[in-house]
């Protein structure tokens, strides 16, 4: 069982930067990768960012060169650093795990609003 919790959602004018973390417990060994999803009103939720358990980093064409994921040493957190914020960003951003038994856990979610 893996618990994800998402926090440093908030409202940002646009060409600002906010600073996603998911603290992450239970079975931290057993995770092969992290992601950061986001789902906007009336769109499907879709991969922003991933890291695996060797720090190879994925990113969405729409972020790449403004998002960057992170993730400690300890394994028990990753951040997504989101740079130069657009209104299009505004979504329900989703911490996401995957075990290497393809078990999937996701968080709650936190909402980011950049308003224009």
């Known amino acids: 069982q893996v618990r994800l919790v998402e926090s440093g959602g908030g409202l940002v004018q646009a060409g600002g930067s906010l600073r996603l973390s998911c603290a992450v417990s239970?079975?931290?060994?057993?995770?092969?990768?992290l992601a950061w999803h986001r789902q906007a009103p009336g769109k499907q939720r879709e991969l922003v960012a991933s890291?695996?358990?060797?720090?190879?980093?994925t990113y969405a064409n729409s972020v790449k060169g403004r998002f960057t994921i992170s993730r400690n040493s300890a394994g028990n957190t990753v951040h997504l650093q989101m740079n130069s914020l657009k209104p299009e960003d505004t979504a329900v951003y989703y911490c996401?795990?995957?075990?290497?038994?393809?078990?999937?856990?996701w968080g709650q979610g936190t909402q980011v609003t950049v308003s224009s």
């Open positions: 239970g079975s931290i060994f057993d995770i092969n990768t």
């Open positions: 996401h795990s995957q075990t290497v038994y393809a078990r999937v856990y």
């Open positions: 890291i695996t358990r060797g720090g190879t980093t």
